[in-house]
């Protein structure tokens, strides 16, 4: 568990200044100053200053902050000058730019780690191996072999983003566009329900067929792996709004810390290089959630601040400092509520 606990440490730590140094980058190539890089939350175990900015690593790692110079609006209550390096007197382009560069950052990074995971390990194409007996995609006429091109439109490039439509369905028609030996072909079917399981089955058995990746093909491929993770997250957190999510599907660092532990034991007996690979996939995953997440326009978050951001390019005036930070100020102590519970929901888990 020790050596999980660094694993996730070290994961955390790279893609969490991935993403403040995306912000800060911008943010200093725009003009504004950075007073404070933090990497984690809470008190503060270790600082040093570079140039203007105070860069601190806190004892909770539950996420970072670029801390800018009057980036909270409140110092307008107190009469503080601001000069034209802070954060509020930025137009409003450059803090769009500096509010997206985070995220920005995630799916860069995301991006890249697939290029490596495809280049070195493959990637799986949407090719049928099995279908399942009286099944839907039986009854419509589907064979192994067949190679499933778009689902409802879909452009589909992994056979991952088949086995996802599949979980997320909840017996919506699905139109399936594929092609057998050179020849494209369209059916509809309804996936049928499992009481067994309590989900929906299209009734394809496999995990599609290996493809090994040269060339640029690995940044095509590594490309779409990334495009998987962002629409897995999204559709993830579209759960909650359809009613199909519970408490224990969400999980903070405790959690992830128990995945890391169960990739670990699950890769070891395969060697260090399938140890490598299972990490980066999951950093891969966390990375994209990450920025995926953070675009939510929620207060708080990157999401939130950046529409208040478009709403003042369209008004074309901000609203006023002191009520935009206490929304976010709002947001901040509502998203510390929530860290608590998925805290304790991740401990319970230990205990059930």
């Known amino acids: 568990m020790l050596l999980s606990i660094l694993i996730f440490l070290l994961i955390f730590l790279v893609i969490v200044v991935a993403h403040e140094f995306g912000h800060y980058a911008v943010a200093k190539r725009n003009g504004i100053r950075v007073n404070e890089f933090d990497i984690g939350m809470g008190p503060t175990l270790y600082s040093w200053q570079s140039g203007e900015t105070m860069f601190c690593i806190k004892a909770l790692p539950v996420g970072g902050a670029c801390i800018f110079d009057g980036m909270n609006g409140l110092e307008a209550e107190d009469g503080a000058s601001l000069d034209e390096h802070a954060y509020p007197n930025a137009n409003v382009w450059s803090r769009m730019a500096t509010t997206a560069a985070g995220p920005f950052a995630n799916f860069i990074l995301g991006f890249l780690f697939a290029v490596v995971i495809v280049a070195f390990a ?142 670990l034991e699950q890769a070891s007996p395969y060697g260090l290089p399938t140890v490598v690979l299972s990490f980066l996939n999951l950093a891969t995953l966390l990375c994209i959630n990450l920025g995926v997440v953070n675009l939510l326009p929620l207060p708080a978050l990157d999401g939130g601040r950046l529409l208040l951001q478009i709403v003042e390019a369209f008004r074309g005036k901000p609203l006023p400092p002191e009520k935009e930070g206490m929304i976010h100020l709002a947001g901040f102590i509502a998203l510390f509520i929530l860290m608590i519970f998925v805290l304790f929901n991740d401990i319970s888990r230990f205990f059930r």
């Open 122 to 263: 493959g990637t799986d194409i949407p090719v049928i191996r099995e279908i399942m007996p009286d099944s839907a995609a039986e009854e419509a006429g589907l064979l192994p072999g067949d190679t499933i091109r778009k689902i409802n439109g879909e452009r589909i490039h992994l056979y991952r983003e088949v086995s996802a439509i599949s979980i997320f369905n909840y017996g919506t028609p699905l139109t399936i566009e594929f092609e057998r030996e050179g020849e494209a072909y369209e059916v509809l079917l309804t996936p049928r329900y499992s009481e067994e399981d309590d989900r929906y089955y299209i009734g394809l058995i496999g995990s599609g067929e290996y493809k090994e990746c040269k060339g640029f093909e690995v940044f095509s491929y590594g490309f779409y792996e990334a495009c998987y993770w962002v629409k897995t997250t999204w559709k993830s957190i579209g759960q909650i709004f359809t009613g199909h999510f519970s408490k224990d599907d969400i999980s903070g660092p405790v959690g992830v810390v128990k995945v890391v532990d169960d990739t």
